[in-house]
């Protein structure tokens, strides 16, 4: 995260409220797009942790199924051990976990996903509230600015 500075917003010429709006309207975009996914991932782990589960029942023993070679290419498989599953661990690792080894640690990131997002929440409605403050500051430059350019054509 960067640095912290507190300004006073109505020292700051019009330029440079500009400037900082449009910092912060970058700053906000960044954040709900990595907002975004993390919630796809959240998603994608709730999958797999249910997957596990339809998969770890015992009456999934020896039960065809299509594995996927890519999004559109699948070749006829069988549940050999319906309770060892590989799990991607990131980087292209994957480890064998047992089924319920393996739902506790879709749990795990679940929960620090979830965590992430809170987090994340906040840090947006943060910089919403200063991108406001921003805003109205910079109107009210705008609205004494032409105020000001109207003031010598009336006593003129």
Do not use: W
Not at 26 to 44: D, M, N, P, V
Not at 93 to 110: G, L
């Amino acid at each position: 995260m960067s640095q912290t500075t507190t300004v006073d917003v109505h020292t700051l010429s019009g330029p440079q409220l500009a400037e900082v709006q449009q910092q912060l309207t970058q700053e906000i975009q960044h954040l709900t797009g990595s907002f975004q996914k993390l919630q796809q991932a959240q998603l994608k782990f709730n999958e797999c942790k249910a997957t596990v589960k339809v998969i770890s029942s015992s009456d999934n023993e020896n039960k065809e199924l299509l594995v996927p070679l890519t999004s559109s290419l699948y070749v006829p498989g069988r549940v050999v051990d319906h309770d060892k599953v590989m799990v991607d661990v990131g980087t292209g690792y994957f480890v064998e976990k047992a089924s319920k080894d393996a739902i506790e640690f879709f749990d795990k990131k679940t929960k620090t996903l979830q965590e992430n997002l809170v987090d994340l929440e906040k840090i947006v409605a943060q910089k919403s509230s200063n991108l406001r403050v921003i805003e109205d500051a910079l109107k009210q430059k705008i609205a004494a600015q032409q105020a000001e350019k109207k003031k010598p054509a009336a006593s003129s």
